[in-house]
């Protein structure tokens, strides 16, 4: 394969892959120097721990017991853990860090990608969950089947037919413990050592995590306002024939682009032309700020894609309850998959859910939630447009939660995360977003979780840090 999105050179090396893999996601740290900012990359996920410390109290204690002092009979030989190959290919995460910050009340942060807090109904959900302890307690309690609770796959089918229009049976659609997993599973179906995925570029974080556990070779398509690079996009698909094309047609994570019409109809094409799956993750298709639903480009290729999508962003994530519709053959391998992994996804949740969404019009509530992130939004973007140079660019999300900023050439995002540190604002530099390398100077900003004040103060941290950077 030859084309501009591929990352891994054919003949695959499954050495040569994790190797460039770590490379890309090695947690990045930032030396101070003149000039481009010299990295250096955290160790890799290692293998060695040692066996002497409190991870073994039992065993210490017992020598010590025998009279000989504890410092002479420590055993020093670091274990060597025998790991799987596969998580040689793991990137280590860099939103430890960041998690990190989000905690210090000086920072304020667009780096994280929660939703709301103010908008999960906490009474709403406690008077749902105390009508389904107290009318079905014991049966709420117990295990259930994989596939889910029926009654919220009816749900979520009647919402796909009334919003979209789409015909998806109770039948073709499975719960899952939050869309995250329909990730794992999704590649864990399609994917051997060695094939071929591709993505957007940028691309969720998430998803190139959880797929490059499966040892894949990534190639990626560049995502702008007008949808993916059609022609590269035509190119990967046919060139790499990967077994399937992960896409977030609506306010994507990273970059807050959606595809427009065409773009969905283009991709569609090429999908139907081809033996690849359009894998659309939905994660953010009920946050237009203009409340406007868009098509699935899953919709337009019923028995080529798989569409997943999710409570966590709408009701609250700590639910974990997500939903995946697939042609029946790849749900029946997606179940037994599921079960293997889990048995099912939490019943309880699953019936609070549905209890909660019978007396609950989403429709009020998402709503409310995309106005709100709607305002922030703008707010960014005129700030970004009035209080910042022209050579810094942004896209224009329609919905979603994040924004991505294109810096000056030069100024490398890890050093803006840093002196943005300084200057008390987290924002999130691109590069784990790039499967195949890349995104030094672009960085996400998130809108959903701060107010107006917050983001005119953290905009002008952020405007500051910028400037003490050129
Ligand atoms: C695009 C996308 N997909 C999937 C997920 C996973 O969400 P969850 O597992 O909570 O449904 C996220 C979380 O931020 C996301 O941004």
Redesign the pocket.
């Known amino acids: 394969m030859t084309g501009a999105g591929d990352c891994n050179p054919a003949p695959f090396s499954a050495g040569q892959h994790a190797a460039a893999r770590m490379e890309t996601h090695k947690v990045p740290s930032i030396e101070k120097s003149h000039g481009s900012p010299r990295i250096s990359f955290a160790r890799p996920v290692s293998c060695r721990y040692h066996r002497s410390r409190s991870l073994f109290p039992g065993e210490r204690g017992e020598r010590s017991g025998a009279g000989v002092p504890e410092e002479e009979t420590r055993d020093t030989t670091p274990m060597q853990y025998r790991f799987a190959h596969r998580m040689t290919c793991a990137p280590p995460s860099f939103l430890d860090r960041l998690f990190a910050v989000s905690k210090d009340p000086r920072i304020i942060s667009f780096a994280g990608?929660l939703p709301g807090t103010r908008f999960i109904d906490v009474e709403g959900i406690r008077e749902a969950a105390s009508r389904v302890l107290g009318e079905e307690g014991r049966d709420a309690l117990q295990y259930s089947t994989t596939d889910g609770y029926l009654p919220l796959r009816e749900y979520i089918s009647r919402r796909y037919r009334q919003r979209l229009g789409l015909s998806i049976p109770p039948q073709q659609v499975q719960i899952v413990n939050?869309?995250?997993?329909c990730?794992d599973l999704v590649a864990k179906i399609f994917l051997d050592r060695g094939d071929a995925v591709a993505m957007e570029r940028p691309g969720?974080l998430?998803?190139i995590e959880a797929f490059s556990l499966y040892e894949p070779v990534f190639s990626d398509v560049a995502l702008g306002s007008t949808g993916p690079d059609i022609d590269e996009f035509s190119r990967v698909i046919r060139e790499a024939r990967p077994k399937f094309f992960y896409g977030?047609p609506n306010s994507?994570?990273p970059s807050g682009q959606t595809y427009p019409l065409e773009a969905r109809r283009a991709v569609a094409e090429v999908i139907r032309d081809s033996d690849t799956i359009f894998y659309e993750?939905d994660?953010?298709g009920e946050l237009f700020f203009d409340g406007k639903p868009r098509p699935p480009v899953a919709g337009m290729v019923p028995d080529q894609a798989v569409l997943?999508g999710?409570?966590?962003?709408i009701i609250a994530?700590g639910m974990?309850i997500?939903w995946i519709c697939a042609p029946p053959a790849v749900l029946e391998r997606f179940n037994c998959a599921k079960q293997a992994a889990d048995l099912h996804s939490n019943f309880l949740c699953q019936k609070i859910l549905a209890a909660y969404l019978e007396t609950h019009d989403l429709d009020v509530h998402v709503r409310r939630m995309a106005q709100a992130y709607g305002e922030n939004c703008r707010l960014m973007c005129e700030i970004l447009d009035d209080d910042f140079t022209p050579d810094i660019s942004h896209t224009e999300p329609e919905g979603g939660m994040f924004l991505m900023v294109s810096l000056p050439p030069g100024l490398h995002s890890l050093r803006l995360f840093e002196e943005g540190l300084r200057e008390g604002v987290a924002v999130l530099p691109g590069i784990p977003f790039y499967a195949c390398g890349g995104g030094e100077s672009t960085v996400r900003l998130n809108f959903s979780t701060t107010g107006e004040e917050q983001i005119h103060e953290g905009m002008a941290r952020l405007a500051r840090a910028i400037t003490a950077l050129r």
């Open positions: 990608g939050g869309s995250q997993q990730l969720y998430g998803a977030i994507q994570n993750d994660a953010f997943s999710s409570f966590s962003k994530p974990r997500g």
